[in-house]
């Protein structure tokens, strides 16, 4: 060939070359273009490109609006949002547990704020929006408490809401919280191989006391229509019941615990009615999308209804619910933080209190004692430490705070024996007349002490065996100030999806929870603190405020889509089963075709 034949091929073979890079160059762009048109990735861009990615996680982790990543949450914003989007709106919240219980102790009346997940992330929202608190009054000095319409104006010394009593009797609380609810539903939603227990007294015990609380919401009601936040699996049928008494209310309902898979769910004899009474709901939460899904797997399956997938809706009876995930979390700052001593005094007092040496580790678990709480499983995972790993006998101590819970039932009987048996065997076979490896303490304990034991602990064991979310786990990482101690945390608490940093833990598995708890014993502060550090952001900027807004601006953006449709539809009231979102859809699927 000659050397011109020979140019001319190379000629051709570079411009062949450099149309085929100009080709993928211009298809990874389109593509990236469709993929993720709000973000534009180039040079010199990282800060911006992280915080937009970081934006577009939490869209994608909570279903919510891109900005509520961006906003500070706080009362404030709270109540900015009731003030704006929701004015003269009541709020009122509906659950079983009270936030304030009245004892007789003594000649005297004492006060008890029980150490509850739901009602440390609930206390602190009903302050912001000064609203009123529905519950059961079991308190043995309740009835001495309230006013003559059983009112009661909380909290005691700085009154900023109000909470408004139920009575039950022994027979109604017997068959709908012990039996119902906690024989039949609690382990019916959690994997922890307990057989539900379903009595038909029981079921019309349930079905009472939930037509009494709605008859309760719609005395306390002071229009037609409040904002009512109905709390978890004791209240499956008060939506329903709500609706057809107060139709232009946004009923808002959180279910506190997983929901089965479908499958599992078919075992409830009455399925079909607790679905369409939670079907009653404006919207329905849960912590985790996983657990949304089963829900509407499960109203799928069993109900004669029309699921909106793109929109997260579900259409029955004219009406339709929206089902999101809202991963609940806990009050930041904590109030009470700033009433208790730094780290190094509660670590001084537990160590004093129960008589521990300077330089024992010590690793804590606090909860009901519940079987869904992998009590037994710890032990087993300590059992197994000291096997492996015999150099720590003597330097190692587990403080479980276990208080007592549904203690008639007989599966907490057995559970309570088993774990008593198991803490006596440990120390017996490891421990000494100075040494007891396993303290076991079967008693309540006020937030405020619950939050020393927090700062006083090397490592926080939250091994659930099935959990809707643990508060336990973010209550460990907001006392943590100091920034040390180190997370246990089961997978199979919703709390594992949000706390990447914690050692993520598999509590049927003793030999890895051993493992971890060796790795956690040896982490060095430096690690201690580089995990630490994101968790505390993390409960930070997605606190219990942020949880409530979300529900709330959903709320909102329910009652304003009701009220347009009035505007431009008939003008007429819809009917009372009718719900104020479907229009809304069929316009936009019109709008679409």
């Given at each position: 060939m000659t050397d011109y034949g020979t140019e001319v091929l190379w000629v051709l073979i570079l411009a062949s070359l450099g149309l085929s890079a100009i080709a993928v160059v211009f298809s990874l762009s389109r593509r990236r273009h469709n993929q993720t048109p709000a973000i534009a990735y180039t040079p010199g861009e990282d800060v911006a490109s992280e915080a937009a990615r970081k934006v577009l996680r939490e869209f994608e982790k909570n279903g919510q609006s891109v900005d509520a990543a961006l906003v500070t949450w706080s009362p404030d914003t709270l109540r900015k949002i009731l003030a704006d989007d929701l004015p003269d709106a009541q709020v009122i919240v509906v659950s079983n547990r009270e936030p304030y219980i009245h004892n007789v102790k003594g000649n005297g009346v004492e006060l008890l704020v029980p150490a509850s997940g739901l009602v440390s992330a609930l206390e602190p929202i009903t302050r912001a929006c000064s609203g009123t608190w529905i519950a059961y009054g079991g308190g043995?000095?309740?009835?001495?408490?309230?006013?003559?319409?059983?009112?009661?104006?909380?909290?005691?010394?700085?009154?900023?809401?109000?909470?408004?009593?139920?009575?039950?009797?022994?027979?109604?609380?017997?068959?709908?919280?012990?039996?119902?609810?906690?024989?039949?539903?609690?382990?019916?939603?959690?994997?922890?191989?307990?057989?539900?227990?379903?009595?038909?007294?029981?079921?019309?015990?349930?079905?009472?006391?939930?037509?009494?609380?709605?008859?309760?919401?719609?005395?306390?009601?002071?229009?037609?229509r409040p904002i009512v936040l109905v709390q978890d699996y004791h209240f499956a049928l008060l939506p329903r019941m709500i609706r057809e008494r107060l139709p232009e209310a946004i009923v808002i309902t959180f279910w506190h615990i997983p929901w089965p898979n479908s499958e599992v769910y078919s075992i409830c004899p009455w399925r079909e009615r607790i679905l369409e009474g939670l079907l009653g709901s404006s919207i329905i939460g849960f912590h985790t999308q996983f657990h949304a899904n089963n829900f509407t797997e499960s109203v799928d399956r069993f109900l004669e209804s029309r699921i909106e997938r793109a929109d997260a809706a579900i259409s029955y009876g004219g009406q339709t619910t929206l089902v999101h995930a809202y991963p609940i979390s806990i009050e930041w700052p904590a109030e009470l933080l700033a009433k208790l001593p730094d780290v190094d005094e509660c670590r001084a007092r537990l160590r004093e209190r129960f008589g521990l040496k300077a330089d024992v580790k010590l690793c804590v678990g606090v909860e009901r004692l519940d079987y869904t709480k992998g009590i037994l499983d710890r032990f087993q995972a300590l059992e197994e430490l000291f096997t492996k790993h015999p150099e720590w006998v003597g330097k190692l101590v587990f403080l479980q705070i276990a208080a007592p819970s549904r203690g008639t039932l007989p599966a907490y009987k057995q559970l309570h024996d088993e774990c008593h048996r198991y803490a006596e065997d440990l120390n017996q076979r490891f421990g000494s007349e100075s040494y007891k490896p396993v303290i076991m303490v079967a008693e309540h304990h006020s937030q405020e002490q619950v939050y020393e034991i927090y700062r006083a602990a090397d490592i926080g064991m939250v091994t659930s065996l099935h959990d809707g979310m643990n508060l336990v786990a973010k209550e460990f990482?907001?006392?943590?100030?100091?920034?040390?101690?180190?997370?246990?945390?089961s997978t199979f608490a919703g709390a594992s999806r949000e706390l990447l940093e914690a050692l993520i833990v598999n509590p049927y598995d003793a030999a890895m929870m051993s493992e971890a708890l060796q790795q956690a014993l040896t982490m060095t502060p430096e690690e201690q603190r580089e995990r630490m550090r994101p968790m505390r952001e993390m409960v930070r900027n997605n606190n219990v405020y942020r949880w409530a807004g979300s529900m709330l601006l959903d709320a909102a953006r329910l009652r304003k889509r009701g009220d347009l449709d009035r505007v431009t539809g008939t003008g007429e009231r819809p009917p009372s089963n009718a719900n104020n979102v479907i229009s809304m859809f069929e316009r936009m699927r019109k709008a679409a075709s």
């Amino acid at each position: 060939m000659t050397d011109y034949g020979t140019e001319v091929l190379w000629v051709l073979i570079l411009a062949s070359l450099g149309l085929s890079a100009i080709a993928v160059v211009f298809s990874l762009s389109r593509r990236r273009h469709n993929q993720t048109p709000a973000i534009a990735y180039t040079p010199g861009e990282d800060v911006a490109s992280e915080a937009a990615r970081k934006v577009l996680r939490e869209f994608e982790k909570n279903g919510q609006s891109v900005d509520a990543a961006l906003v500070t949450w706080s009362p404030d914003t709270l109540r900015k949002i009731l003030a704006d989007d929701l004015p003269d709106a009541q709020v009122i919240v509906v659950s079983n547990r009270e936030p304030y219980i009245h004892n007789v102790k003594g000649n005297g009346v004492e006060l008890l704020v029980p150490a509850s997940g739901l009602v440390s992330a609930l206390e602190p929202i009903t302050r912001a929006c000064s609203g009123t608190w529905i519950a059961y009054g079991g308190g043995t000095a309740d009835r001495l408490m309230v006013d003559e319409n059983d009112r009661v104006q909380v909290p005691p010394g700085n009154p900023s809401y109000t909470l408004r009593r139920v009575w039950l009797t022994e027979e109604e609380h017997q068959g709908y919280y012990l039996g119902f609810a906690n024989e039949g539903l609690w382990p019916l939603c959690h994997i922890a191989f307990t057989r539900p227990v379903f009595r038909a007294s029981d079921w019309e015990a349930y079905e009472a006391v939930n037509r009494k609380f709605a008859d309760t919401v719609v005395a306390e009601a002071r229009n037609e229509r409040p904002i009512v936040l109905v709390q978890d699996y004791h209240f499956a049928l008060l939506p329903r019941m709500i609706r057809e008494r107060l139709p232009e209310a946004i009923v808002i309902t959180f279910w506190h615990i997983p929901w089965p898979n479908s499958e599992v769910y078919s075992i409830c004899p009455w399925r079909e009615r607790i679905l369409e009474g939670l079907l009653g709901s404006s919207i329905i939460g849960f912590h985790t999308q996983f657990h949304a899904n089963n829900f509407t797997e499960s109203v799928d399956r069993f109900l004669e209804s029309r699921i909106e997938r793109a929109d997260a809706a579900i259409s029955y009876g004219g009406q339709t619910t929206l089902v999101h995930a809202y991963p609940i979390s806990i009050e930041w700052p904590a109030e009470l933080l700033a009433k208790l001593p730094d780290v190094d005094e509660c670590r001084a007092r537990l160590r004093e209190r129960f008589g521990l040496k300077a330089d024992v580790k010590l690793c804590v678990g606090v909860e009901r004692l519940d079987y869904t709480k992998g009590i037994l499983d710890r032990f087993q995972a300590l059992e197994e430490l000291f096997t492996k790993h015999p150099e720590w006998v003597g330097k190692l101590v587990f403080l479980q705070i276990a208080a007592p819970s549904r203690g008639t039932l007989p599966a907490y009987k057995q559970l309570h024996d088993e774990c008593h048996r198991y803490a006596e065997d440990l120390n017996q076979r490891f421990g000494s007349e100075s040494y007891k490896p396993v303290i076991m303490v079967a008693e309540h304990h006020s937030q405020e002490q619950v939050y020393e034991i927090y700062r006083a602990a090397d490592i926080g064991m939250v091994t659930s065996l099935h959990d809707g979310m643990n508060l336990v786990a973010k209550e460990f990482v907001a006392a943590r100030d100091d920034e040390q101690g180190v997370l246990l945390l089961s997978t199979f608490a919703g709390a594992s999806r949000e706390l990447l940093e914690a050692l993520i833990v598999n509590p049927y598995d003793a030999a890895m929870m051993s493992e971890a708890l060796q790795q956690a014993l040896t982490m060095t502060p430096e690690e201690q603190r580089e995990r630490m550090r994101p968790m505390r952001e993390m409960v930070r900027n997605n606190n219990v405020y942020r949880w409530a807004g979300s529900m709330l601006l959903d709320a909102a953006r329910l009652r304003k889509r009701g009220d347009l449709d009035r505007v431009t539809g008939t003008g007429e009231r819809p009917p009372s089963n009718a719900n104020n979102v479907i229009s809304m859809f069929e316009r936009m699927r019109k709008a679409a075709s």
